[in-house]
């Protein structure tokens, strides 16, 4: 099956929608089937998804050694992106572990997820998030390195902020940086895609549907299980998630007139956002990876867009995206 491609920075070109792969094994509760993950791994392959995101901090370890087993057969089809940059230390009580993005340490962390991953390189190479004790310039230099041994492809950021992307980018191009963007997180619009705009480097939007809530299957009433992200997050609590239902019945009413999921909608809002944006939307089910890549199809008119500007501009987000723990680590 073909899909629509897109080219990121230093023309990295991928499909136009991604599968993030975290939610196989975290932070949604309980780690899905292996067996059943790595079959649906290779679907979204024969679907035509050729970009797959993961990371050493998801399980920990374990989504690596999953998606280097179910890409291992198709290795030459599609691009892997993977992150560094925690320290994972247990001692620690900072999230994670704490950070860490020593040179060294990022060299470390790549010939560990090489291992994991089943491959000889890593296309797509994210800092995870910014190391406030290690100089952007020295994680440029380190990756660059990596680069020209030929462990790694390109160069990521994961929500860092503009001023640290251009430093980044100064020492080694950008390819893309990964941030959480959807229509229910709109802050990279404020200065981040402008300035990607500007260096024509690619924009990852990860949780692009709201983890999960913009598909319109999460309503007041939703219990979420032991161990599941979503509820420690602010904009999940009862309150917050009965009020932001509001920007749900915006993409059902767009969609019932389309013939489209709210989440089709979500995605294809996205999509017409930049010619170089591609989502990585995540899930653990057939069903909806099929309705996820179909928004790849919906086209929104400019009078489609005009409408969801205009009403979603009304509607008022209730709830930090994330706990203050975490919130912290971003966008610096």
């Not at 199809?297 to 203050?324: H, M, T, V, W």
Request: proline share 7%.
């Amino acid at each position: 099956m073909t899909m629509p491609t897109r080219t990121l920075g230093q023309g990295l070109e991928v499909s136009a929608i991604g599968l993030g792969c975290m939610g196989m094994t975290s932070p949604t509760g309980p780690s899905a089937d292996r067996g059943a993950m790595i079959r649906l791994i290779r679907e979204a392959v024969d679907r035509g998804v050729t970009l797959f995101d993961t990371a050493e901090i998801y399980g920990p370890y374990v989504n690596e050694e999953l998606v280097g087993e179910a890409l291992e057969p198709v290795r030459d089809r599609v691009v892997i992106a993977t992150k560094f940059g925690f320290a994972m230390n247990p001692a620690s009580t900072e999230p994670f572990g704490g950070l860490d993005s020593r040179p060294e340490h990022i060299r470390e962390v790549v010939e560990a997820s090489l291992r994991r991953l089943r491959t000889d390189h890593i296309d797509l190479l994210y800092q995870h998030r910014v190391d406030p004790d290690v100089p952007i310039e020295d994680v440029a230099g380190a990756v660059c390195d990596l680069i020209s041994a030929g462990m790694v492809g390109h160069f990521g950021l994961s929500e860092a902020a503009p001023a640290t992307v251009r430093r980044a980018h100064a020492v080694q191009p950008v390819t893309a940086v990964e941030s959480e963007y959807s229509l229910w997180w709109r802050r990279p619009e404020e200065e981040l895609i402008p300035m990607l705009d500007e260096l024509r480097i690619g924009l990852v939007p990860y949780s692009p549907l709201g983890k999960g809530f913009l598909t319109g299957a999460i309503d007041a009433a939703t219990t979420f299980a032991a161990g599941d992200l979503r509820a420690s997050i602010p904009r999940f609590a009862p309150g917050a998630r009965e009020a932001n239902l509001a920007l749900v019945g915006l993409l059902r009413t767009i969609g019932g007139r389309l013939e489209a999921t709210p989440g089709q909608v979500a995605l294809a809002w996205l999509l017409a956002q930049r010619p170089w944006i591609v989502p990585i939307p995540g899930t653990r089910h057939r069903e909806r990876l099929a309705e996820n890549l179909g928004a790849a199809d919906l086209r929104l008119a400019d009078d489609n867009l005009a409408e969801i500007e205009a009403a979603a501009s009304r509607i008022k987000i209730q709830g930090a995206r994330y706990p203050d723990q975490l919130e912290h680590l971003t966008y610096r």
